[in-house]
Nanobody, 122 residues
Framework: QVQLVESGGGLVQPGGSMRLTCAYSGRLSYIGTMGWYRQGPGKERELVAR??????????SALGRFTISRDIAEDGTKSTVILEMRNLKPEDTALYYC?????????????WGQGTQVTVSS
């Protein structure tokens, strides 16, 4: 069972910063790419940023303002994906979802967190 637990989110003023964290506990050999997606009001879900074995990819809107990173616990039982967001804009307001793609025994499967709301407003 793959469970993604998100934290962070909330209300921030334009130009502010926010940090989102997604924690996965379990067999790390079952999870490959991890990332963040978002869905704004009346919009489709879109990729924000993802990381695969240290290689990162960002959407055009996130590039230069957001940074994604991944930490793995020393005992190899927990992986955390962090999204650092800076210079936030009202158009960044959305429900942000953590995503993980399965590999090996979980190849072809995709997993999602419950979502965390980010609201950028003065």
């Amino acid at each position: 069972q793959v469970q993604l637990v998100e934290s962070g989110g909330g209300l921030v003023q334009p130009g502010g910063s926010m940090r989102l964290t997604c924690a996965y506990s379990g067999r790390l050999s079952y999870i490959g790419t991890m990332g963040w997606y978002r869905q704004g009001p009346g919009k489709e879900r879109e990729l924000v940023a993802r990381i695969t074995e240290g290689i990162t990819r960002y959407s055009d809107s996130a590039l230069g303002r957001f940074t994604i990173s991944r930490d793995i616990a020393e005992d190899g039982t927990k992986s955390t994906v962090i999204l650092e967001m800076r210079n936030l804009k009202p158009e960044d307001t959305a429900l942000y979802y953590c995503n993980a793609q399965g590999i090996n025994l979980l190849r072809g499967r995709e997993f999602w967190g419950q979502g965390t709301q980010v609201t950028v407003s003065s």
